[in-house]
């Protein structure tokens, strides 16, 4: 799952139990190793404390542990720049288009610690500087499953499960 913050996790969870396979959230991976007080969970914690997005090589070190334990799955929010996708194949790429103004009311709405005005707007920027080339790299691999992510959720997991199963 490609997109900004704000979304995909409602989506690949939906996906993955309409799939039958394991929802894997890089958000959900490092709160835990937050949460678990590890070294790697420490660095983070460090890194959300500045409204920064963690480094490249602190998340492939979170998550590639939980891709080797697993077969099939939906993955949500990893990669999110062409450094961590070094070495990744997928079937498909789903990649949700969202405006950033709902972006953003969606991100205060949850509540969350580290979704403030500030925060928000960091990590917009940084999305559109690094992920925003995973777009055109999946595209060229024939990957890319592109839905409008401003619908009701229903419409929009409708449209993913059939494009995922017609490809």
Known sequence: MLAPPGGKGTQGVRLAEELGVDHISSGDVLRAEV????????????????????????????MRPALDRRDGYVLDGF?????????????????????E???????LARGRADDMPDAIAERLRQYAA????LIDHYRERGVLVEVDGDRPPDDITAELLKALRAG
Not at 79 to 97: G, I, S
């Open 35 to 62: 949460d678990g007080g590890t070294p790697l969970g420490r660095e983070v914690a460090a890194c959300l404390a500045a409204g920064r997005l963690a480094p490249d090589e602190l998340v492939s070190r979170a």
């Open 130 to 133: 690094d992920t925003r080339p």
């Open 79 to 99: 990669p999110r720049t062409l450094a961590q996708a070094d070495d990744l194949a997928f079937d498909a790429v789903v990649y949700l288009d969202v405006p």
């Open 101 to 107: 103004a709902e972006i953003e009311r969606r991100l």
